[in-house]
């Protein structure tokens, strides 16, 4: 098609995109969302107190009784107000908007933003894989049909998760590294992972490459805005963050939204002990005390993974290798992660139109499309709506990462 069409194919659709989220998001309650709002809106009261408070177990309800009485006297009484995971310059830098709008203005104005940022990613994504073959047009058409078909997306955008922003970051920052910018692909990647710890493993692609101005940059960003953090909010809430994480992972959550094999050997644990499955009806979740066990496990198996990615990259170099070890990154560090939230996996699934339209082998085709499969709406509300108990869900999501895993590892190597 010729450029005039393609722009307007690429702008329609786009624009489609968007209706269809802010239609379907728009003045909703969003608990994930919530713990940001709230946590700004006590550090502007100056009720710091509340900011890291969780309850017992950390996950499955609202963050603290005061919380719970914040989200009532705002009109909201009987919404989930997760606890604060994020560390404190973010609650304090938006503390002076959090006391100026209501929860609904806040999500509102987030969720533009989000939805832009998708849109952003999509485009970075593209330049990533270095502008394959197939127009932008093409590129464009699949992330939207990948996007809209796939549930992780659906659930970013219901709980309006800040790992929509994360991923852009994310994607921006090796948007900056494909195009030879070194610098700026690290201090992209030091924001991303002062928002969020996760993006931190993304810095052994820079060891791996032996870039050792990226990752330099990367670590004086992260180093910098911590100073920064430490500085505006002071040292005693940063304790509190550091005792939140903790909280974090002295506990495992059995949900369907949880894809990882940590997760999942959570599960098959739980039910042996208790001689039965769990979790049969819509909503229920159950909390279990971490395995030290099973979380050596997952970190022998993370470093195994990333092992044998630093193999291939060093032995079997290939054209376009960046596309490919930025999922086998991305998607391994999900996998034998603690949590495996299935929100995690929209900056993989951005990135599979770039293995599906540039060089694919046969079998790397293949699970990705198996993945997709098991990833999309109508097998995850299958086994949603049936009699079976539907925490197998999270069998289904570790077995589509397990995929999308091979589907980076099986990559042409010419």
Known sequence: MNSRTETATVAIALSALTGLILFQFWNTWAADLSAIYLAARSYGLGQE???????????????SPEWERMVAALGFEGEVAFPYVYPPIWAALLSRFALAVGPLAFFNTVLVIHTAALIGSIFLAWRIADRPRASLATWVMLSLLIIVLSRPFFVAFWLNQPQILVTFVVLLGFERYRQGHSVSAGMALGLAAALKLNPVIFGVIFLIDRNWKAAGAMAVTGLALLAVSILTTGIELHRDFLEQLSRVSENALLTPLNYGLDGLLHLLQHVAESNGPVGSGRGSISIVA???????IGLIGLLAGLAVVWFKAVSRP??????WKLLAVWTISIFFGPLAWSHYLIGPLLLLPGLLLTRPTRWGTLC?????????HPVQLLFVTSETFYLWLMAVGAISLCFLILAALLRPTR
């Open 290 to 296: 971490a395995s030290p066990v099973i979380r050596g």
């Open 368 to 376: 990705i499309i198996v993945a997709l499969v098991l990833l999309s």
């Open 318 to 323: 290939c054209p376009d290798f960046l596309l």
């Open 49 to 63: 107190g509340l900011i890291y408070l969780a309850p017992s177990g950390f996950f499955g309800g609202s963050a």
